[in-house]
């Protein structure tokens, strides 16, 4: 099972703080995310998936800029995204190989008794 990371951890985080997220995610709109924290919450073992829906954008240029965000995040390494249908055209574009390989270790691999418990 993974929880989201906190709002508590969230901030000490992004405060440069040293903190353990394995089995945990990052999961909100992609304006919550600066680029430069993406690194620090790998580093923290959390599983980074921004959200990239059209209603977050402005009408006359939604495609334009979601494609800007999955491009400029993608770069900085998260390792994947929440998309709506109208973005999911968007998600086949210039992103690295590493935003869909570069995944953080399993906890289950690490204990195979807590395999299939909810």
């Not at 995310?33 to 006359?60: C, M, Q, W």
């Not at 965000?69 to 994947?80: K, Q, T, W, Y």
């Not at 999911?88 to 418990?117: F, K, Q, V, W, Y």
Request: aromatic share 6%; with cysteine; charged share 30%.
């Amino acid at each position: 099972m993974m929880l989201a990371v906190s709002r508590e951890d969230r901030a000490r985080i992004e405060a440069g703080e040293k903190v353990d997220l394995g089995s945990q995610f990052w999961f909100a709109a992609e304006g919550e995310l600066e680029t430069e924290h993406v690194g620090s919450y790998k580093d923290a073992r959390a599983l980074v998936l921004p959200a990239i829906n059209t209603f977050r954008y402005p009408s006359h240029a939604h495609r334009q800029i979601a494609e800007e965000d999955i491009v400029r995040l993608s770069r900085a390494g998260v390792h994947g995204f929440q998309i709506d249908s109208v973005s999911r055209i968007l998600s086949r574009s210039e992103a690295p190989e590493s935003a869909t390989t570069d995944l953080p270790p399993d906890p289950a691999a690490r204990n195979p008794a807590s395999r299939g418990r909810c």
